[in-house]
Protein backbone atom coordinates (compact mmCIF):
# COMPACT_ATOMS: atom_id res chain seq x y z
CA UNK A 1 0.00 0.00 0.00
CA UNK A 2 1.49 3.62 -0.99
CA UNK A 3 1.80 6.40 1.90
CA UNK A 4 -0.92 8.71 0.18
CA UNK A 5 -3.64 5.50 0.54
CA UNK A 6 -2.24 4.88 3.85
CA UNK A 7 -2.89 8.48 4.81
CA UNK A 8 -6.54 8.62 2.94
CA UNK A 9 -7.09 5.80 5.35
CA UNK A 10 -5.77 6.64 8.47
CA UNK A 11 -7.72 9.99 8.33
CA UNK A 12 -10.75 7.76 7.28
CA UNK A 13 -10.52 6.10 10.91
CA UNK A 14 -9.53 8.87 13.12
CA UNK A 15 -13.15 10.57 11.54
CA UNK A 16 -14.68 7.58 12.87
CA UNK A 17 -13.04 7.84 16.03
CA UNK A 18 -14.29 11.27 16.54
CA UNK A 19 -17.65 10.74 15.99
CA UNK A 20 -17.69 7.43 17.66
CA UNK A 21 -16.01 9.14 20.51
CA UNK A 22 -18.90 11.72 20.66
CA UNK A 23 -21.75 8.93 20.37
CA UNK A 24 -19.92 7.34 23.05
CA UNK A 25 -20.44 10.22 25.42
CA UNK A 26 -23.94 9.87 24.61
CA UNK A 27 -24.10 6.71 25.82
CA UNK A 28 -22.00 6.40 28.99
CA UNK A 29 -23.81 4.84 31.34
CA UNK A 30 -24.46 8.51 33.23
CA UNK A 31 -24.45 11.38 31.13
CA UNK A 32 -21.58 13.81 32.42
CA UNK A 33 -23.05 15.29 35.42
CA UNK A 34 -24.12 11.37 36.83
CA UNK A 35 -23.54 10.57 40.25
CA UNK A 36 -20.87 8.00 38.97
CA UNK A 37 -17.91 7.71 36.83
CA UNK A 38 -17.68 6.16 33.70
CA UNK A 39 -14.45 4.08 35.62
CA UNK A 40 -17.13 3.55 38.73
CA UNK A 41 -20.39 2.35 36.55
CA UNK A 42 -17.64 0.27 34.52
CA UNK A 43 -16.35 -1.52 37.89
CA UNK A 44 -20.31 -1.79 39.57
CA UNK A 45 -20.90 -3.61 35.67
CA UNK A 46 -17.99 -5.73 36.58
CA UNK A 47 -19.29 -6.86 39.56
CA UNK A 48 -22.85 -7.07 38.96
CA UNK A 49 -21.92 -10.14 36.43
CA UNK A 50 -19.22 -12.01 38.72
CA UNK A 51 -19.02 -11.63 42.49
CA UNK A 52 -16.77 -12.01 44.21
CA UNK A 53 -14.08 -11.05 41.69
CA UNK A 54 -10.39 -10.62 42.13
CA UNK A 55 -9.14 -7.69 42.24
CA UNK A 56 -6.20 -8.21 39.79
CA UNK A 57 -8.71 -10.27 36.81
CA UNK A 58 -10.78 -6.54 37.36
CA UNK A 59 -7.54 -4.21 36.55
CA UNK A 60 -6.95 -6.57 33.40
CA UNK A 61 -10.26 -6.67 32.57
CA UNK A 62 -10.49 -2.34 32.69
CA UNK A 63 -6.83 -1.83 31.75
CA UNK A 64 -6.24 0.00 35.41
CA UNK A 65 -2.76 -0.07 36.65
CA UNK A 66 -2.24 -0.56 40.64
CA UNK A 67 -2.45 3.04 42.08
CA UNK A 68 -5.28 4.23 39.91
CA UNK A 69 -7.53 0.86 40.61
CA UNK A 70 -6.37 1.13 44.43
CA UNK A 71 -8.06 4.97 44.58
CA UNK A 72 -10.61 4.05 42.71
CA UNK A 73 -12.17 1.11 44.87
CA UNK A 74 -10.99 3.09 47.55
CA UNK A 75 -13.93 5.56 46.41
CA UNK A 76 -16.58 3.16 46.06
CA UNK A 77 -16.01 1.32 49.20
CA UNK A 78 -16.16 4.65 51.25
CA UNK A 79 -19.65 5.14 49.17
CA UNK A 80 -20.37 1.96 50.64
CA UNK A 81 -21.14 0.47 47.04
CA UNK A 82 -18.62 -2.55 47.04
CA UNK A 83 -16.49 -4.62 50.27
CA UNK A 84 -13.29 -5.51 50.09
CA UNK A 85 -12.53 -9.14 51.52
CA UNK A 86 -9.45 -12.05 51.65
CA UNK A 87 -9.68 -15.06 49.76
CA UNK A 88 -9.84 -17.70 52.05
CA UNK A 89 -8.06 -20.32 50.13
CA UNK A 90 -5.16 -17.34 49.72
CA UNK A 91 -4.61 -14.73 52.43
CA UNK A 92 -3.12 -12.47 49.53
CA UNK A 93 -5.81 -12.01 46.75
CA UNK A 94 -8.21 -9.63 47.47
CA UNK A 95 -11.68 -10.81 46.29
CA UNK A 96 -14.83 -7.77 45.81
CA UNK A 97 -18.19 -7.97 46.04
CA UNK A 98 -20.90 -5.31 45.43
CA UNK A 99 -23.21 -4.62 48.42
CA UNK A 100 -26.82 -4.05 48.04
CA UNK A 101 -26.61 -0.55 47.41
CA UNK A 102 -23.97 -1.21 44.85
CA UNK A 103 -26.44 -3.79 43.18
CA UNK A 104 -29.17 -0.97 43.46
CA UNK A 105 -26.81 0.87 42.01
CA UNK A 106 -25.78 -0.40 39.25
CA UNK A 107 -29.75 -1.43 37.95
CA UNK A 108 -30.20 2.35 37.67
CA UNK A 109 -27.31 2.71 35.56
CA UNK A 110 -28.13 -0.42 33.54
CA UNK A 111 -31.76 0.81 32.89
CA UNK A 112 -30.69 3.93 31.72
CA UNK A 113 -28.36 2.55 29.21
CA UNK A 114 -30.59 0.50 28.29
CA UNK A 115 -32.96 3.19 27.61
CA UNK A 116 -30.22 5.47 26.08
CA UNK A 117 -29.43 3.03 23.43
CA UNK A 118 -32.78 2.00 22.72
CA UNK A 119 -33.27 5.79 22.04
CA UNK A 120 -30.01 5.70 19.84
CA UNK A 121 -31.24 2.76 17.60
CA UNK A 122 -34.92 3.92 17.74
CA UNK A 123 -33.65 6.82 15.13
CA UNK A 124 -33.00 4.36 12.77
CA UNK A 125 -35.58 2.16 10.44
CA UNK A 126 -34.90 -1.70 11.23
CA UNK A 127 -33.01 -2.36 7.62
CA UNK A 128 -30.76 0.35 8.82
CA UNK A 129 -30.51 -1.13 12.53
CA UNK A 130 -29.44 -4.22 11.12
CA UNK A 131 -27.21 -2.48 9.04
CA UNK A 132 -25.47 -0.88 12.00
CA UNK A 133 -25.10 -4.22 13.94
CA UNK A 134 -23.27 -5.57 10.91
CA UNK A 135 -20.76 -3.22 10.86
CA UNK A 136 -20.40 -3.32 14.76
CA UNK A 137 -19.75 -6.81 14.50
CA UNK A 138 -17.28 -6.95 12.02
CA UNK A 139 -14.92 -4.09 13.88
CA UNK A 140 -15.35 -6.16 16.37
CA UNK A 141 -14.36 -9.39 14.60
CA UNK A 142 -11.38 -7.36 13.09
CA UNK A 143 -9.74 -5.86 16.18
CA UNK A 144 -10.98 -7.58 19.25
CA UNK A 145 -10.85 -11.23 20.35
CA UNK A 146 -12.20 -13.47 17.40
CA UNK A 147 -14.00 -16.12 18.38
CA UNK A 148 -12.36 -19.60 17.12
CA UNK A 149 -15.21 -21.44 15.87
CA UNK A 150 -17.86 -18.67 14.84
CA UNK A 151 -21.80 -20.84 14.28
CA UNK A 152 -21.51 -22.17 9.92
CA UNK A 153 -25.74 -22.16 8.73
CA UNK A 154 -26.25 -23.21 5.57
CA UNK A 155 -29.60 -22.52 4.44
CA UNK A 156 -31.95 -21.60 1.42
CA UNK A 157 -32.00 -18.59 -0.37
CA UNK A 158 -33.96 -15.38 1.50
CA UNK A 159 -35.57 -12.19 -0.35
CA UNK A 160 -32.20 -9.82 -1.00
CA UNK A 161 -30.02 -12.89 -1.12
CA UNK A 162 -29.77 -13.48 -4.59
CA UNK A 163 -29.02 -10.07 -5.64
CA UNK A 164 -26.45 -10.23 -2.55
CA UNK A 165 -24.68 -13.20 -4.68
CA UNK A 166 -24.77 -11.45 -8.06
CA UNK A 167 -23.43 -8.11 -6.18
CA UNK A 168 -20.12 -10.09 -4.35
CA UNK A 169 -19.13 -11.93 -7.43
CA UNK A 170 -18.91 -8.84 -9.14
CA UNK A 171 -16.74 -6.97 -6.37
CA UNK A 172 -14.65 -9.86 -5.38
CA UNK A 173 -13.84 -11.09 -8.96
CA UNK A 174 -13.13 -7.51 -9.77
CA UNK A 175 -10.93 -7.16 -7.19
CA UNK A 176 -8.91 -10.20 -7.08
CA UNK A 177 -8.91 -11.22 -10.51
CA UNK A 178 -9.94 -8.18 -12.64
CA UNK A 179 -12.84 -9.84 -14.57
CA UNK A 180 -14.79 -7.53 -15.90
CA UNK A 181 -19.13 -6.81 -16.35
CA UNK A 182 -19.04 -9.62 -18.61
CA UNK A 183 -18.52 -12.17 -15.62
CA UNK A 184 -20.78 -10.29 -13.02
CA UNK A 185 -23.81 -10.40 -16.45
CA UNK A 186 -23.52 -14.35 -16.45
CA UNK A 187 -23.52 -14.93 -12.72
CA UNK A 188 -26.51 -12.61 -12.67
CA UNK A 189 -28.36 -14.99 -16.06
CA UNK A 190 -26.95 -17.93 -13.44
CA UNK A 191 -29.09 -16.57 -10.46
CA UNK A 192 -32.02 -16.02 -12.65
CA UNK A 193 -31.69 -19.08 -13.71
CA UNK A 194 -32.00 -20.94 -10.09
CA UNK A 195 -34.60 -18.28 -9.53
CA UNK A 196 -37.14 -19.24 -12.23
CA UNK A 197 -36.33 -23.35 -11.59
CA UNK A 198 -37.61 -23.07 -7.45
CA UNK A 199 -39.53 -25.87 -7.81
CA UNK A 200 -37.72 -27.64 -9.65
CA UNK A 201 -36.66 -30.71 -6.79
CA UNK A 202 -33.54 -32.04 -8.49
CA UNK A 203 -31.96 -28.28 -8.51
CA UNK A 204 -31.25 -26.31 -4.68
CA UNK A 205 -29.03 -22.90 -3.36
CA UNK A 206 -27.73 -22.30 -0.44
CA UNK A 207 -26.24 -19.41 1.22
CA UNK A 208 -24.17 -20.04 3.97
CA UNK A 209 -23.57 -17.91 7.21
CA UNK A 210 -21.28 -17.24 9.41
CA UNK A 211 -22.71 -15.67 12.97
CA UNK A 212 -25.34 -14.45 11.08
CA UNK A 213 -23.63 -12.90 8.09
CA UNK A 214 -24.13 -13.92 4.95
CA UNK A 215 -20.38 -15.08 3.64
CA UNK A 216 -21.19 -17.77 0.80
CA UNK A 217 -23.40 -19.31 -1.68
CA UNK A 218 -23.05 -22.68 -4.03
CA UNK A 219 -26.12 -24.08 -6.40
CA UNK A 220 -26.72 -27.47 -7.77
CA UNK A 221 -28.45 -27.44 -11.17
CA UNK A 222 -29.15 -29.32 -14.10
CA UNK A 223 -25.41 -30.40 -16.29
CA UNK A 224 -25.08 -31.67 -19.72
CA UNK A 225 -26.69 -34.81 -19.44
CA UNK A 226 -29.99 -36.35 -17.53
CA UNK A 227 -27.83 -37.80 -14.86
CA UNK A 228 -25.15 -34.98 -14.57
CA UNK A 229 -25.66 -32.38 -11.89
CA UNK A 230 -23.50 -28.84 -12.62
CA UNK A 231 -22.09 -27.16 -8.92
CA UNK A 232 -22.51 -23.55 -9.81
CA UNK A 233 -21.91 -19.98 -8.12
CA UNK A 234 -19.79 -21.21 -4.99
CA UNK A 235 -18.36 -18.00 -3.76
CA UNK A 236 -16.51 -17.31 -0.39
CA UNK A 237 -16.05 -13.71 1.27
CA UNK A 238 -12.63 -13.24 2.35
CA UNK A 239 -13.56 -13.02 5.88
CA UNK A 240 -14.58 -16.58 5.91
CA UNK A 241 -11.42 -18.00 4.76
CA UNK A 242 -10.06 -20.64 7.13
CA UNK A 243 -13.51 -21.92 8.78
CA UNK A 244 -14.13 -24.63 5.75
CA UNK A 245 -17.21 -23.11 4.63
CA UNK A 246 -16.20 -23.87 1.49
CA UNK A 247 -15.52 -27.49 2.16
CA UNK A 248 -18.72 -27.91 3.98
CA UNK A 249 -20.53 -25.91 0.86
CA UNK A 250 -18.77 -28.21 -2.06
CA UNK A 251 -19.98 -31.30 0.49
CA UNK A 252 -23.39 -30.31 0.98
CA UNK A 253 -24.12 -29.52 -2.99
CA UNK A 254 -22.38 -32.85 -3.73
CA UNK A 255 -24.39 -35.05 -0.99
CA UNK A 256 -27.72 -33.31 -2.46
CA UNK A 257 -27.19 -34.43 -6.15
CA UNK A 258 -26.28 -38.06 -5.13
CA UNK A 259 -29.17 -38.21 -2.61
CA UNK A 260 -31.32 -36.74 -6.26
CA UNK A 261 -30.34 -39.73 -8.38
CA UNK A 262 -27.57 -38.31 -10.00
CA UNK A 263 -24.84 -40.09 -11.20
CA UNK A 264 -22.23 -37.42 -11.78
CA UNK A 265 -21.31 -34.08 -10.60
CA UNK A 266 -19.60 -31.41 -13.33
CA UNK A 267 -18.16 -27.39 -13.20
CA UNK A 268 -16.37 -25.64 -14.78
CA UNK A 269 -13.83 -22.76 -13.21
CA UNK A 270 -10.96 -21.06 -14.38
CA UNK A 271 -7.61 -21.73 -13.48
CA UNK A 272 -6.82 -18.59 -11.28
CA UNK A 273 -8.68 -19.65 -8.82
CA UNK A 274 -6.48 -22.49 -6.72
CA UNK A 275 -7.82 -22.50 -3.22
CA UNK A 276 -11.41 -23.61 -5.16
CA UNK A 277 -9.44 -26.20 -6.90
CA UNK A 278 -8.15 -27.79 -3.77
CA UNK A 279 -11.56 -28.44 -2.45
CA UNK A 280 -12.73 -29.85 -5.82
CA UNK A 281 -9.77 -32.08 -5.77
CA UNK A 282 -10.12 -32.91 -1.85
CA UNK A 283 -13.74 -33.93 -3.03
CA UNK A 284 -13.11 -36.27 -6.11
CA UNK A 285 -13.49 -33.99 -8.49
CA UNK A 286 -11.02 -34.73 -11.78
CA UNK A 287 -10.06 -32.24 -14.26
CA UNK A 288 -10.81 -33.28 -17.47
CA UNK A 289 -10.10 -30.27 -19.90
CA UNK A 290 -9.10 -26.96 -20.35
CA UNK A 291 -9.17 -24.16 -22.94
CA UNK A 292 -8.21 -20.46 -23.24
CA UNK A 293 -10.65 -17.99 -22.17
CA UNK A 294 -10.12 -14.37 -22.48
CA UNK A 295 -14.40 -13.32 -22.06
CA UNK A 296 -13.90 -11.45 -18.92
CA UNK A 297 -11.22 -9.62 -19.45
CA UNK A 298 -7.76 -11.17 -18.73
CA UNK A 299 -6.44 -13.82 -20.61
CA UNK A 300 -7.24 -17.14 -18.36
CA UNK A 301 -7.82 -20.89 -18.34
CA UNK A 302 -11.31 -21.93 -17.94
CA UNK A 303 -10.82 -25.93 -16.59
CA UNK A 304 -13.42 -28.27 -16.40
CA UNK A 305 -14.03 -30.56 -13.83
CA UNK A 306 -16.07 -33.85 -12.93
CA UNK A 307 -17.24 -36.06 -10.56
CA UNK A 308 -18.36 -39.58 -10.59
CA UNK A 309 -20.58 -41.23 -8.16
Not at 214 to 242: F, K, M
Request: one cysteine or more; a neutral charge.
Amino acid sequence: MNDARLADRVSAVRAFNRLYTGVIGVLDEGPADAEYSLPEARVLFELAHQAPLPVTDLRKRLDLDAGYASRLLARLEARGLIVRERSEEDARRQLLRPTAAGRDAFAVLNRRSTEQIAGLLRRFADEDQQRLLTAMRTIGDLVGDRRRDPALVLRPPRPGDLGWVVERHGALYAREYGFDARFEALVARAVAGFAESHDDPRQAFWIAELDGERVGSIGCGRGSGEDTAQLRLLLLEPSARGHGVGKRLVAECVEFARAHGYRAMELWTMSVLTAAHAIYRATGFELVAEEPDDGFGPALTRQFWRLEF
